[in-house]
């Protein structure tokens, strides 16, 4: 059986930490699908397409993962991309908490389980958030994000 992780999240920007997690889950996966989610309770700083394209251009050399876009529940584009797992990444405890009880919510509606991956330590306190703040900021976020994510003014929406 090919074991297919979706990698669901806003990626409003992806960093790191993100790029951190989907490379170690390629030892557990043969294929990974990140998908570009619109997070109904966020608002977009970058739009849907920068943000896939951007993550496209990290994973270029990686035939196993596949980047999408989709809207409405993830566990329901889960279904239609047939995956065996959703993969999610943890920094906190308060990570867990939350992530338990949508992954618990998914398994009762799908059977899909749930897999979580540990944010590296140096990671830990690189969030999406903060980045886009620094960035909104005019701050230098580089080192928050994967080296082929190049930022310009022209990428913020305004």
């Known amino acids: ?22 490379l170690r889950a390629l030892t557990l996966f043969d294929k990974i699908i990140i998908a570009v ?3 109904t309770s966020k ?17 270029t050399e990686e035939p196993r993962i596949t980047v999408t876009k989709y809207k409405g529940l993830t566990v329901n584009f889960a279904i239609e991309s047939q995956v065996t797992h959703i993969l999610r990444g943890l920094r906190t405890s308060a990570d867990f908490e939350f992530e338990r009880a949508i992954a618990q919510v998914n398994k009762a509606m799908t059977g899909i389980e749930s897999v979580f991956l540990l944010t590296a330590p140096e990671h830990t306190p690189i ?19 994967p080296e082929k994510i190049k930022i310009y003014k022209s990428d913020i929406q305004s």
């Not at 969030?127 to 994000?145: E, H, M, Q």
Request: charged share 20%.
């Open 127 to 145: 969030n999406s958030t903060i980045v886009r703040d620094i960035i909104r900021n005019g701050g230098d976020a580089a080192k928050f994000l």
């Open 1 to 22: 059986m090919t074991r297919i992780a979706l990698f669901p999240g806003s990626f409003d920007p992806f960093t790191v930490g993100h790029e951190n997690v989907v």
């Open 43 to 59: 608002g977009n700083f970058f739009t849907p397409d920068q943000r896939m394209n951007w993550i496209k251009q990290v994973f």
């Open 37 to 39: 989610g619109q997070n």
